[in-house]
Structures are given as structure tokens and as C-alpha cells.
């Protein structure tokens, strides 16, 4: 008899302190930061490819998919699933398109083919996925930097949603990344 493995979905976001996703014309180049953290953890590039490589699915919004093929499409060849009510297409055999229930998307699809599943964006679908109690923890990255505005993090949930925090790190960089279990 087959092991039954628990897969989880991270809601993972990068944010701003005062908790914005982009700026207000939804550019993210302010998420490389230059700032010096000497208590700081280091992060190697064999550090960055291990943790990626732990990472079995990724999902996200179509606006986060456009950004990706933009900035140059840092998730390789592993599965990624757009959520869009948009046509879109790909010319990667690693991508492709839902359209429907989230809640069967998740549940019934990706929970049965991958243990470490990672929302990665937008917000609408962040809070899409919290509202349906499909994020089992968060992890959050907050750069050094105040935008001012932009697109929010959490934007009115409608309801309260008790976590444990699981882990705190802070890189060289200067940022900070908050790991979080959903209760």
C-alpha cells in the first residue's frame, strides 16, 4: 500500500513594508534590494536552486504570468498552472491555462500530482485562494523599502484567518521572510 503524502500550498509574496505587491503602474522593480544586513543570512546560488528544486507546482494569475514571461521566466520547466478567465497561450509544454472552480483545481487536480504546490500572484487570486481555505501557509518576503501605494498584499479578505508563525529569517540584503502555518 502506497504511503499517502500531504501536499500543501504556499501562498508566497513578495511585498513592500507597508505591504504592496507592485507599485501603482504595476512595475516590481524595486524587489532587488541593494541594502547590507550584516547579522544577515547569506544566500548562495546553491542555496536558491535546492529550495527552488523543493518546489513541485506553481500557481498564479494571468497578470503574474504576463510579468514572468517579461522579467525573463525564473520557474524552468516546472509545472505552472495559469489561472485566467483571459485566452491565453504558451509555447512551454510546463504551462497551462485553468479556467473554473479553484477550489476543484486545487483539491481534485494539483493535491493529487504535487506535494509543495506554490501560489505565487497576483493578488486577486491570493486572496481568491484565502477566502476558500486553500492555503495551508504563507510565506512572506518583505523588502526593505515604503512604496507608498500600489496593489495590496491582502486586500480585504472579509474575514479573519488565525496563522502560527513557523519561521522568521533575515537576508544580507535586508529582507525579511515570514513563514507562516494556516490554522
Known amino acids: 500500500m502506497k504511503p499517502t503524502q500531504t501536499s500543501n500550498l504556499t501562498l508566497h509574496m513578495v511585498a513592500s513594508l507597508d505591504g504592496f505587491i507592485s507599485k501603482q503602474d504595476g512595475t516590481v522593480d524595486w524587489m532587488h534590494s541593494q541594502d547590507q544586513y550584516d547579522k544577515g543570512v547569506a544566500l548562495t546560488?546553491?542555496?536558491?536552486?535546492?529550495?527552488l528544486a523543493s518546489i513541485d507546482c506553481y500557481v498564479m494569475g494571468s497578470h503574474t504570468y504576463e510579468l514572468a514571461l517579461q522579467l525573463g521566466w525564473p520557474y524552468g520547466d516546472k509545472p505552472v498552472v495559469v489561472v485566467s478567465s483571459r485566452s491565453l497561450s504558451?509555447?512551454?509544454?510546463?504551462?497551462?491555462?485553468?479556467h473554473g472552480d479553484i477550489v476543484e483545481l486545487v483539491e481534485e487536480q494539483l493535491k493529487a500530482r504535487y506535494q509543495n504546490i506554490w501560489l505565487v500572484g497576483g493578488a486577486a487570486l491570493a486572496k481568491?485562494?484565502?477566502?476558500?481555505?486553500?492555503?495551508?501557509?504563507?510565506?512572506?518576503?518583505?523588502?526593505?523599502?515604503?512604496?507608498?501605494?500600489?496593489?495590496l498584499f491582502f486586500d480585504f479578505i472579509g474575514k479573519e484567518i488565525p496563522l502560527h508563525l513557523e519561521d522568521v529569517k533575515a537576508y544580507q540584503d535586508g529582507m525579511v521572510e515570514l513563514s507562516y502555518a494556516v490554522k
Open 45 to 51: 546560488e546553491e542555496d536558491i536552486a535546492d529550495y
Open 90 to 98: 504558451s509555447d512551454r509544454a510546463s504551462v497551462s491555462f485553468f
Open 128 to 151: 481568491a485562494f484565502l477566502q476558500s481555505n486553500l492555503v495551508d501557509k504563507i510565506t512572506l518576503s518583505i523588502m526593505p523599502i515604503i512604496l507608498g501605494g500600489g496593489t
